[in-house]
């Protein structure tokens, strides 16, 4: 999600914090997943069964010993994303992140020690 680049300073550690909490949000409330149910083996064959899919969302107030008022919060936090402000608000951050990694200086080169001839 945020590449490859080395983010070392506070302000990139603020945006990451920003994204990874953004993505929280997204995962949780907006993206389904499957779960691996059984994995059967016959010779090399391998076959698996998964459920149906869920967001984590879903499936924490689907759980029977879930309490009532968490599953309201958590209900009431849903009602407020908006699935495509929060994609371009991921998007945005990341773009910024990626422009305060590329402005710094590069890492001065160290000499090459070219008496050393494997």
Known sequence: MVGY???DTADELEKLNEIWELDRVFT??????QKLI???RYGAKVTKKHD??????QR????????????IRMNAAFK??????LSRQILALTAELETLALAKKPAP??????????
């Open 60 to 71: 924490a107030i689907a759980h029977p010993r879930m309490r009532k008022s968490p599953v």
């Open 28 to 33: 949780n409330y907006l993206l389904p997943q």
């Open 109 to 118: 080169l160290r000499p090459v020690n070219r008496a050393w001839n494997p």
């Open 80 to 85: 407020r994303i908006k699935p495509g402000a």
């Open 52 to 57: 149906a899919p869920a967001t984590p969302h």
């Open 5 to 7: 680049l080395r983010y």
């Open 38 to 40: 059984s994995k059967q």
